[in-house]
């Protein structure tokens, strides 16, 4: 199947624990994002990729370290876990010069 | 200059109506407009989306209605149906690589 995946798809852990979300595309994009979508189901872009260099990063914090080793590749690794990091993220990928975003089917964190 | 505001936040309407989602923006610059869907425990997906200098795009049951003068746009389901019971938002880009998502709005169809 052509699609953007997400693993894993549910990943519950403990405050000040370090995790990474894995997200992979074979849609031949050269363009990749993180989406976080809170409780209030409101989504907002994290970080955006293109040809495996940080083109966005919208103020994220520091403990949040996106890694693209490939283009089909974007993983986001987070650092010391708080409970504001519950949320669902969402990887999603495009063509750089064409505007549709695909996204994968998320990953919902819950930080105890 | 950045927000994209959506209304209203949730909408029941009776299969066969005609559930209408409303999107303001401010930022002149944008120059695409999807309106994506969202079931339950799934990703978003593009339903439709329309440039600024097109004041009207159909889709099947789905059509988009841009006014560039007033700076909003809507999204209208005809013969809406219980399984386009979903999370609707709208979105607004300048260029490709940033979305403005809109807060969304949790549409019910009612059998």
């Known amino acids: 199947d052509t699609a953007v995946s997400q693993t894993p798809k549910y990943l519950v852990t403990q405050m000040g624990n370090d995790k990474s979300i894995k997200c992979e595309q074979n849609l031949g994009h050269d363009t990749m994002y993180w989406y976080k979508q809170d409780s209030k189901k409101f989504l907002k872009i994290m970080f955006s990729y293109n040809n495996k260099e940080l083109i966005i990063n919208e103020t994220v914090p520091n403990r949040f370290s996106p890694k693209s080793p490939d283009k089909a590749h974007l993983n986001l690794h987070i650092n010391s876990l708080e409970l504001g990091d519950s949320a669902v993220y969402f990887c999603?990928?495009?063509?750089?010069?064409?505007?549709?975003?695909?996204f994968g089917p998320g990953t919902r964190l819950t930080v105890l | 200059q950045q927000q994209v505001k959506q209304s209203p936040q949730s909408l029941i309407v009776q299969k066969g109506g005609i559930p209408i989602i409303n999107c303001a923006y401010e930022?002149?610059?944008?120059?695409?407009f999807p309106w994506y869907q969202q079931f339950p425990g799934k990703g978003p997906a593009l339903l439709i989306a329309i440039r600024p200098d097109v004041s009207e795009k159909k889709e099947g049951r789905f059509t988009i209605s841009f006014n560039k003068s007033a700076k909003q746009f809507s999204l209208h389901i005809m013969d809406s149906q219980p399984g386009d019971s979903a999370t609707y938002f709208c979105a607004a880009s300048r260029g490709t690589y940033k979305y403005i998502f809109g807060t969304g709005t949790r549409l019910k169809v009612l059998a």
């Open positions: 930022n002149t610059a944008f120059d695409y």
């Open positions: 999603a990928s495009g063509l750089a010069g064409g505007n549709e975003q695909f």
